[in-house]
T-cell receptor, first 110, second 117 residues
């Protein structure tokens, strides 16, 4: 079974803090993704990566950056957290068309 | 750009009954994939069913089946013999077959399914 794990299920941070969300997959997948999920908006793609050190902006990259130094790990970085970044963050990986999701991190920025 | 629309924010079904969740999409492409994902409360998102646009036959996975109408750009999910464990948020998603190096998905806004006794 594909396993995608995320470093935290729940996270509370203060405005202006630098926040790191980690995602690890164990299936040697080329592609990894970060989404944010908000009620009534579905899932929106923030960034994705198709190889180590390669990344592309998704639909809502503003205020975020990513890092992929190893194939199995994809990090989402909030350089200076703001209250409008309070959300559920989902990581996914894929090989071919089907994406496999992690459990999500619910981030609250106070 | 492709869009995916789920017009039913919430649905309810009685246990053992059948329910159909609607999804429409907009694309100018002819080759693509469609998915239904299930997200149970506080649990991980999992793939329910996948349909390739070039296949005329509707995909089926146990109690889950789809009605894929390519000309109408419609992709509904039918759940037969509904069970309490089917209660979840269901997302319809689209992926172009020409996504290039990465398989980007476009999601609908979701339908919350409630299953009652």
């Amino acid at each position: 079974d594909v396993k995608v794990t995320q470093s935290s299920r729940y996270l509370v941070k203060r405005t202006g803090e630098k926040v790191f969300l980690e995602c690890v997959q164990d299936m040697d997948h080329e592609n990894m993704f970060w989404y944010r999920q908000d009620p009534g908006l579905g899932l929106r793609l923030i960034y994705f990566s198709y190889d180590v050190k390669m990344k592309e902006k998704g639909d809502i990259p503003e205020g975020y950056s990513v890092s992929r130094e190893k194939k199995e790990r994809f990090s989402l970085i909030l350089e200076s957290a703001s209250t409008n970044q309070t959300s559920m963050y989902l990581c996914a990986s894929s090989l071919g068309g089907t994406q496999y999701f992690g459990p999500g991190t619910r981030l609250t920025v106070l | 750009a492709q869009t995916v629309t789920q017009s039913q924010p919430e649905m309810s079904v009685q246990e053992a009954e059948t329910v159909t969740l609607s999804c429409t999409y907009d694309t100018s492409e002819s080759d693509y994939y469609l998915f239904w994902y299930k997200q149970p409360p506080s649990r991980q998102m999992i793939l329910v069913i996948r349909q390739e646009a070039y296949k005329q036959q509707n995909a089926t996975e146990n109690r889950f089946s789809v009605n894929f109408q390519k000309a109408a750009k419609s992709f509904s999910l039918k759940i037969s013999d509904s069970q309490l464990g089917d209660a979840a948020m269901y997302f319809c998603a689209y992926r172009s077959a020409r996504s290039g190096t990465a398989s980007k998905l476009t999601f609908g806004t979701g339908t919350r399914l409630q299953v009652t006794l």
